[in-house]
């Protein structure tokens, strides 16, 4: 912990990648967030070959992810963020600290991220926010009538994922995964996240605080949905 990240993230683009026009440290790495077990979390962009790549290596003891794109392939690999609602390399770039830049390059890449980022996911479509909630609404009731102890707790872990992403899906905000979940949560409702954590942990001992805490997701966005839901299929022969 003793080294500071951004030195040793600059200095090692500067070793593997010379005639890089942009770099970016992004995670948790420079920030107060940072712990023993933190790697590097480096985006790279280079005019061509090698990249566009990803690769996991480790330097003096640094665990260290590379992601080396060219122009294009950042642009697309941003563009599949969008579509799936989450933004991680969006964010290393547009939240991330600036290791070289060629001509004002990496500049340019954040102020894009950045406006993508501001402008948000494509609002989802009714029957999209609807099949999340017959989703979670299937998982209370599976809850609800569960006895193994090791299923109640796969439910519990389930339920909670999955109602975070519908309220989030239901408000039109990004989305994420692992810790960067239940911190887009917190960006709509402080409490939630510490609600449903502290509910899923003595899910064994009492499982109506969770059931509470989902049903009081699925009442802000329309509430439980069974009967009368009604998803068209698709026949790709016609």
Same mark, same amino acid.
């Given at each position: 912990?003793?080294?500071? *990240?951004?030195?040793?993230?600059?200095?090692?683009?500067? &070793?593997?990648?010379?005639?890089?026009?942009?770099?970016?440290?992004?995670?948790?790495?420079?920030?107060?967030?940072?712990?023993?077990?933190?790697?590097?979390?480096?985006?790279?962009?280079?005019?061509?070959?090698?990249?566009?790549?990803?690769?996991?290596?480790?330097?003096?003891?640094?665990?260290?992810?590379?992601? !080396?794109?060219?122009?294009?392939?950042?642009?697309?690999?941003?563009?599949?963020?969008?579509?799936?609602?989450?933004?991680?390399?969006?964010?290393?770039?547009?939240?991330?600290?600036?290791?070289?830049?060629?001509?004002?390059?990496?500049?340019?890449?954040?102020?894009?991220?950045?406006?993508?980022?501001?402008?948000?996911?494509?609002?989802?479509?009714?029957?999209?926010?609807?099949?999340?909630?017959?989703?979670?609404?299937?998982?209370?009731?599976?809850?609800?009538?569960?006895?193994?102890?090791? &299923?109640?707790?796969?439910?519990?872990?389930?339920?909670?994922?999955?109602?975070?992403?519908?309220?989030?899906?239901?408000?039109?905000?990004?989305?994420?995964?692992?810790?960067?979940?239940?911190?887009?949560?917190? &960006?709509?409702?402080?409490?939630? *996240?510490?609600?449903?954590?502290?509910?899923?942990?003595?899910?064994?001992?009492?499982?109506?605080?969770?059931?509470?805490?989902?049903?009081?997701?699925?009442?802000? !966005?329309?509430? *439980?949905?069974?009967?009368?839901?009604?998803? &068209?299929?698709?026949? *790709?022969?016609?």
């Amino acid at each position: 912990m003793s080294a500071d *990240p951004v030195e040793v993230a600059a200095r090692l683009v500067g &070793e593997r990648f010379p005639h890089a026009h942009a770099a970016f440290l992004g995670g948790s790495s420079p920030t107060a967030r940072r712990t023993p077990w933190s790697d590097l979390d480096i985006v790279v962009v280079l005019d061509g070959p090698p990249a566009p790549f990803r690769e996991t290596l480790r330097h003096s003891g640094q665990l260290v992810e590379w992601f !080396v794109q060219t122009p294009g392939s950042l642009r697309h690999y941003w563009r599949h963020d969008t579509v799936r609602r989450r933004t991680p390399l969006l964010r290393m770039v547009a939240e991330g600290v600036i290791l070289t830049s060629t001509d004002g390059a990496a500049e340019g890449y954040r102020a894009r991220a950045c406006a993508l980022l501001a402008a948000g996911p494509a609002a989802p479509t009714a029957t999209t926010v609807d099949m999340q909630r017959y989703l979670v609404t299937d998982l209370v009731d599976d809850l609800r009538g569960c006895s193994d102890p090791v &299923e109640i707790s796969y439910l519990a872990a389930t339920l909670v994922l999955a109602a975070s992403d519908l309220l989030l899906l239901a408000g039109n905000r990004w989305s994420a995964r692992g810790k960067w979940l239940p911190r887009r949560l917190a &960006e709509i409702d402080p409490e939630l *996240p510490g609600r449903l954590a502290a509910a899923q942990q003595t899910v064994l001992a009492d499982r109506e605080p969770l059931v509470a805490a989902v049903l009081a997701v699925l009442h802000r !966005v329309g509430g *439980p949905l069974q009967e009368g839901f009604r998803l &068209e299929g698709e026949d *790709p022969s016609r």
